[in-house]
């Protein structure tokens, strides 16, 4: 992929789930309205994630959508969505074992 000047573009890697950010990988299950989410998480869990407002009107986020969610920290399961993952991404996700099929299955993607 080339630039404007002729030169390789920088694509930016993609962020993976990190320890001690706290971040995890879920798959959005369905859209709940008011710039919410509900989403199934790695670790079995059922997060709200709220779409953050830099993401709005510019990342389109649909059921099936495999995101990356950095919980409040708070006892009720809510998160804020910090990056959605492309189809390519995903794959490579699948590949690196940091997310199964069934949990895509499971969430209908």
Not at 36 to 65: H, N, Q, S
Request: hydrophobic share 35%; aromatic share 6%; net charge negative.
């Amino acid at each position: 992929m080339k630039d404007k000047e002729g030169g390789e573009s920088r694509r930016h890697d993609m962020p993976l789930p990190s320890a001690e950010e706290g971040t995890i990988i879920c798959v959005v299950q369905r859209l709940v309205g008011a710039g919410f989410v509900e989403a199934l998480c790695t670790d079995g869990d059922l997060y709200m994630a709220r779409i953050p407002g830099k993401m709005r009107r510019k990342v389109w986020i649909k059921e099936g959508d495999v995101i990356l969610l950095l919980p409040w920290g708070t006892k009720d399961k809510k998160g804020d969505i910090e990056y959605k993952y492309e189809k390519d991404e995903v794959r490579r996700l699948l590949e690196a074992g940091l997310i199964t099929e069934e949990l895509l299955e499971s969430a209908g993607a």
